[in-house]
């Protein structure tokens, strides 16, 4: 297998699979917190009860759920090191500035947290809101400064390469890098929006069951109202990033498009099986002119193809094409499904009927896919660069062997984790329900 | 001048760490060693209450310091991460078990589940703190070696010795004597104070032992650390403060106080000594030594570096003051929750 032969793959693998994981329960701890936040004003204005046992509730899984974002957390910021010394060499002091902010954010939270977590009988009530809000504002700001960290390999800015070093550092520039506002608002926006979906999935699934309607149904409300004004607003999001991409890396706009030859008034295409030998697209629909228009806000607009670039510096394009359909498609679609239940609960405001129900338990996962899919386009679109544009991934890798091992290792740990953290969050989750016997009813 | 101040603040939070993360750690590996039944509940609850709304926190001090490291000292961050490889993964995989199972041992009710997360926590709090140990051994023996050419050479030599993991054990024991007057301190019956400070006393014995060690497997790796101790009138101050407050330990451990104040100063003391003797260097190579001064990132870098460092500490302390206030100090008026 690649992995136990060639180091490369087997830190790219790594990597990708410790973020890929850290990234589920990073954008849980960006984002539960205002979820709980929110049940928890609702009690301390209304008094209800099950506002009170959904707070905690959600609280406890916040608790689970950062413990082991912590842990995955530390793993990376370790890894860095372990698996990229080249890169780290000469990015650690260009970048290093949204890393320290991003440490004191984190910090932050990690008292807030045991603030809100221990602090129930405590302090009084209003304070005690207060630190759970912390806990978010925190975990949000952390979120966005390691994103403007990623951004920054995507469009490098703030120092001169001279001869293979990094010379004349400013790093300021290089935290305020061209991409860092547009991924760090797309991240932020996708994270409400599968961590919308996702709880409010388990909550429509439990409503459907019967058990414990109030609470499920105050906690439905709250979760997808966020992740529905998310989804809602991730196409815009969407369509800016896509801009500054098309703009400052079009080799991984032409990757994301399987756009293979430079052309004026470029068609979008939808789906499609893209073949790098033979640079053409099969069974794709095209619309002409589209992605002229989306990249450039003009029909005409010349977009770059790959046919500009040298092959050895192509991403992987059917991954990348794949990926960014899959993440366009599912955005799309719960769009669709949150403005659908906007609507419902909003406007009509009327019972959620159990077709919609149904629908929004099917939904559960989609929006996590799509936030992954997403940062598939994003890291693999940016290959064969560790820096775009300045330094291959190659040359940055660890030259010790058995990093194959190394991966093993992780793949097994982490699938432990995932497991016992699925098992107390299922039984944290029932330990809350209280059957009533009638299903729920529209 | 930057380079001293941030230097002064990373070994500000390295003690942090050791004090506060160090008793974590040490509280975990007391609890592999539970030869009473009768107190096993207990101390358990006791360790859970009393680290629960710390625990988070606690472990925020290595993020600060490897981001500290790989910002403003790229070129030690890489030397580290490169020679130290291999413990450093072990660290990291006992950092997930300890830091996972330690919470979901708190949420969980189901008794089977929670034994296998004690001894998971238990056993993975003296594996990470004995490879943290190795790191550290590694790092100050001299034989990394960036420019060899073999990968036994690179990546296992610098730690692969006799030296390393005596470092590893003395760590862990001097953990366990944290731990212990920490929970001297939290104990609320004179049953427990008594459980914990013969854990204190056995701890002690222990870090004098592996201490001893260390300096007679530093003389077999021909690393004159002894010879280097005890030439350095710093370091011999050090050894004097750390008998003497032994000393006064013997008389005043069971007191809540005393045993904060003495048996991390015994600790620090410790460090302190070692750190008189390295200084300026942190990592000896096959080639010199790094220090902050030689590895330091641009100016710019560490003009920011600073920056946001004092901002952090601006924000950071007070609400850590906060936290511990509220837990520690704070006369608990209870708040009602209304219904």
Redesign the interface.
């Known amino acids: 297998m690649d992995i136990f032969t060639d180091g490369l793959t087997a830190a790219r693998t790594t990597m990708g699979f410790s973020l890929g994981f850290h990234i589920i329960f990073a954008a849980i701890g960006m984002v539960m917190p205002f979820f709980m936040a929110t049940s928890h004003y609702f009690y301390l204005k209304t008094?209800y009860?099950s506002y009170?046992a959904l707070t905690r509730m959600w609280s406890?899984g916040v608790?689970?759920l950062?413990?082991?974002g912590?842990?995955?957390?530390?793993?990376l910021?370790?890894?860095?090191?372990?698996l990229w010394?080249g890169f780290?060499?000469?990015?650690?002091?260009?970048i290093?500035?949204p890393?320290?902010?991003?440490?004191?954010a984190?910090?932050?939270e990690?008292?807030?947290?045991?603030?809100f977590?221990?602090?129930?009988?405590?302090?009084?009530?209003w304070w005690h809101w207060a630190s759970g809000v912390m806990v978010g504002i925190s975990g949000l700001a952390s979120g966005i400064f390691v994103v403007a960290a990623n951004s920054w390999m995507n469009t490098p800015a703030g120092f001169d390469w001279v001869d293979g070093v990094a010379v004349n550092?400013?790093?300021?520039a290089a935290m305020f890098n061209k991409h860092w506002f547009q991924q760090a608002l797309h991240m932020t926006l996708a994270s409400f929006e599968a961590v919308g979906f996702v709880v409010a999935a388990i909550h429509a699934y439990l409503l459907l069951r019967g058990s414990s309607p109030r609470l499920n149904a105050q906690a439905l409300r709250i979760a997808l109202t966020f992740g529905a004004v998310a989804a809602l607003l991730q196409p815009l999001s969407g369509h800016l990033s896509a801009q500054k991409v098309a703009e400052n890396q079009p080799a991984k706009l032409a990757a994301m498009e399987s756009h293979f030859t430079t052309q004026k008034g470029a068609p979008l295409l939808i789906g499609g099986i893209p073949d790098e030998e033979t640079q053409t697209v099969r069974y794709g629909i095209e619309i002409p002119g589209a992605l002229s228009f989306l990249a450039f806000n003009d029909f005409q607009a010349e977009v770059k193809g790959l046919d500009q670039f040298p092959k050895a510096d192509w991403p992987k394009v059917a991954y990348v094409h794949f990926a960014f359909q899959i993440m366009v498609g599912i955005g799309t679609f719960l769009a669709l499904v949150g403005a659908l239940f906007l609507f419902k609960t909003y406007i009509r405001k009327g019972h959620w009927s159990r077709p919609l129900l149904w629908l929004i338990v099917s939904c559960g996962s989609l929006g996590f896919i799509a936030l992954e899919a997403g940062w598939i386009v994003t890291e693999l679109g940016r290959q064969p660069w560790i820096i775009y544009g300045i330094m291959r991934t190659s040359e940055a890798v660890?030259?010790?062997?058995g990093l194959g091992i190394?991966l093993v290792?992780f793949i097994f740990?982490?699938g432990f984790?995932a497991l016992?953290?699925l098992l107390?969050l299922y039984?944290?989750i029932r330990?809350y329900q209280k059957p009533q016997g009638t299903p729920y009813a529209s | 001048m930057l380079v001293d101040i941030i230097g002064i603040i990373s070994f500000v939070a390295l003690i942090l760490y050791i004090l506060f993360g160090g008793a974590d750690y040490g509280a975990g590996i007391l609890e592999l060693f539970r030869f009473h039944n009768n107190v096993k509940d207990e101390q358990e609850k006791l360790i859970t209450d009393s680290m629960?709304?710390?625990?988070?926190?606690n472990?925020?001090w290595?993020?600060?310091l490897?981001?500290?490291l790989?910002?403003?000292f790229?070129?030690m961050?890489?030397t580290?991460?490169?020679a130290l490889?291999i413990p450093?993964?072990a660290?990291?995989?006992g950092?997930?078990?300890r830091?996972?199972t330690?919470?979901?041992r708190?949420?969980?009710?189901?008794e089977r589940?929670n034994r296998f997360y004690t001894w998971s926590f238990a056993l993975s709090s003296l594996w990470t703190s004995i490879w943290l140990g190795v790191a550290v051994g590694g790092a100050v023996l001299g034989r990394i070696d960036p420019l060899a050419t073999t990968?036994y050479e690179?990546?296992v030599a610098p730690w692969d010795n006799a030296f390393s993991f005596a470092v590893g054990l003395f760590v862990s024991c001097l953990f366990a004597f944290l731990a212990s007057a920490y929970l001297i301190g939290e104990a609320e019956t004179l049953r427990m104070k008594k459980f914990f400070s013969r854990r204190a006393v056995a701890s002690n014995v222990a870090s004098i032992a592996t201490g001893g060690l260390v300096f007679l497997t530093a003389h077999w790796e021909n690393y004159p650390l002894a010879k280097e101790f005890f030439t350095n009138s710093h370091s011999m101050a050090m050894i004097g403060v750390a008998t003497v407050f032994t000393l006064l330990l013997v008389f005043f451990r069971m007191r809540k106080t005393a045993s904060r104040i003495l048996i991390p100063g015994i600790v620090m003391a410790i460090i302190l000594g070692f750190y008189f003797v390295h200084a300026p260097a942190i990592v000896s190579t096959k080639q010199g030594y790094l220090t902050l001064a030689n590895t330091a990132?641009?100016e710019?870098?560490l003009r920011?570096?600073l920056i946001?460092?004092l901002?952090?500490l601006v924000?950071?302390l007070p609400?850590?003051g906060?936290?511990i206030w509220?837990?520690k100090f704070?006369k608990?008026a209870?708040?009602?929750?209304?219904?």
């Open positions: 008094g009860r009170l406890k608790a689970i950062f413990a082991t912590a842990v995955s957390g530390t793993v910021s370790f890894e860095l090191g372990l010394p780290m060499k000469h990015a650690g002091a260009i290093g500035m890393f320290s902010w991003e440490g004191t984190f910090f932050l990690a008292i807030a947290i045991g603030i977590l221990y602090g129930w009988d405590k302090i009084p009530g550092v400013d790093p300021i660890s030259a010790i062997p190394h290792i740990v982490y984790v016992f953290c107390l039984r944290l330990s | 629960g709304p710390v625990w988070e926190a472990h925020i290595l993020i600060l490897i981001v500290i790989f910002n403003g790229p070129l961050f890489v580290i991460s490169n490889h450093l993964v660290i990291l995989l950092i997930i078990v830091g996972v330690f919470t979901y708190h949420y969980d009710t189901d589940l990968a690179l990546y990132a641009p710019a870098t920011q570096l946001a460092l901002v952090g924000l950071v609400s850590l906060l936290l509220i837990f704070r608990t209870t708040y009602r929750i209304k219904s």
